[in-house]
């Protein structure tokens, strides 16, 4: 005859019942998340009878994802993860820089979390996925170079050597593991690229990690003087004071010293009429807020004629120059985070995702190059000026704009007294 169980037993055996039950509904949603996942991904990305992706068939498929049902990325805890690198590429022009954290939209980081979202690759949440960026580029600023490291989905079973890390990849393997950057660019808009991935040490940061950075940013030579702009741009490099060329940003940071590795001004390939399009190259240890920006305006302003090279002399002499003189920062459209250097951080890409990749960029090279061809010709087709109006133009054209001398203008509020404002604010 069965021992009949008390209240408190019968009660405790079905508490520990409904928690397997839990336990096994979860990774059932999971698996069927899982499932649907491939299921779309296969229906989103069938080629054409041309080899290319149907538009039409991807925007509906995309639309089904994002309705789909049983998808949470709290159900995806069982699968094995592991810390990744990728260095990502982005096109600025209709960003609200990188950095989500503005409540702009669209920034570049909210369409990768989309990305990881929808292909099913993002365990947990964002701050769960250790999430580091390596830098926070401004509104309209492109790279081609920028680096991101997070926790992302894994096809590699856990080792024994990694029983204690909780489902974490540690080994630098990659065979059979997910293709990243196919998988991402896949479902990335045409102005975000993944360029590579790399396995990365759980203490890697993207930001702290980062040996230096490289910026480039372009000009048309016009009638600037180069070798003068070269002559002061080397006064850049080395460890300065910078606090003269940046934002200050006196709330969160407090030491304005930072170290310039490398400077370079050359010439492009391309060319424009008679006028040609020139790089500057700037690399460093890390940069300020606007740093490279208010670097080359000051350079504009010595390749003008308007200031001497001697300029950068004085504002990197902070003793002497205590305020900021005022000055409108160059335009963020040339702006270019080149690349961003670490230890024993190699990136990697498939051949199949790097010819689609190869072939993606020379479409939008194309598209660009077509919308230019377009413009010129409506220059070539412009309503001929009149003689006077040529004539007016000619004047205008050979008026000098008035400049103010840098070290005559208003001054902005020094580090000190910015900081003791805040302080009475508190």
Not at 83 to 105: C, I, T
Not at 259 to 278: A, G
Request: aromatic letters at 8%; a positive charge; charged letters at 25%.
């Amino acid at each position: 005859m069965a021992t009949q169980l008390s209240d408190a037993e019968l009660i405790t055996s079905l508490q520990a019942r409904v928690k397997e039950l839990e336990t096994e509904n979860a990774k059932l949603l999971s698996q069927l998340a899982d499932c649907r996942s491939h299921e779309m991904e296969k229906k989103v990305y069938v080629p054409d009878e041309r080899g290319g992706k149907s538009k039409k068939g991807n925007r509906k498929s995309e639309e089904k994802i994002e309705k789909m049902p049983g998808y949470n990325t709290r159900f995806m805890s069982h699968h094995s993860r592991r810390y990744v690198a990728l260095k990502v590429m982005y096109f600025g022009k209709r960003f609200y820089g990188f950095a989500s954290e503005a409540q702009m939209e669209p920034t570049v980081e909210s369409e990768l979390f989309k990305a990881f979202e929808k292909t099913r690759l993002l365990v947990g949440n964002k701050k769960e996925s250790q999430y580091s960026r390596c830098g926070r580029t401004d509104k309209g600023v492109s790279s081609v170079g920028q680096v991101i490291a997070l926790f992302l989905r894994s096809n590699l079973k856990i080792s024994e050597t990694n029983n204690g890390n909780s489902g974490v990849v540690l080994d630098e393997q990659h065979e059979g593991e997910i293709d990243y950057v196919r998988v991402l660019n896949r479902v990335l808009p045409n102005d975000i690229r993944i360029m590579g991935w790399c396995p990365a040490p759980v203490d890697f940061h993207a930001r702290f990690s980062c040996l230096s950075r490289e910026y480039k940013y372009f000009f048309w030579k016009e009638n600037l003087n180069i070798q003068a702009m070269e002559s002061a741009g080397n006064k850049l490099v080395g460890e300065h004071d910078f606090r003269n060329f940046c934002k200050m940003d006196a709330a969160n940071v407090h030491n304005y010293r930072r170290r310039i590795k490398l400077f370079e001004i050359s010439p492009t390939d391309v060319r424009y009429n008679d006028n040609q399009l020139w790089v500057i190259k700037i690399r460093g240890s890390a940069f300020l807020w606007h740093q490279v920006r208010c670097m080359v305006v000051v350079l504009f302003m010595v390749g003008k004629g308007l200031e001497s090279p001697n300029v950068i002399d004085m504002l990197l002499d902070t003793a002497r120059i205590l305020r900021k003189p005022q000055y409108t920062m160059a335009s963020e459209v040339p702006l270019v985070l080149q690349s961003c250097e670490f230890d024993n951080i190699k990136f990697m890409c498939s051949s199949e995702a790097g010819e689609a990749l190869h072939v993606h960029l020379v479409n939008e090279c194309q598209i660009y190059q077509l919308q230019a061809a377009i413009f010129h010709e409506a220059l070539l087709n412009c309503v001929p000026l009149s003689n006077d109006q040529s004539l007016l133009h000619f004047q205008g054209s050979k008026k000098k704009v008035s400049h103010v001398p840098l070290m005559s203008r208003p001054t902005e509020p020094s580090y000190e007294e910015r900081r003791a404002k805040l302080n009475t604010v508190a």
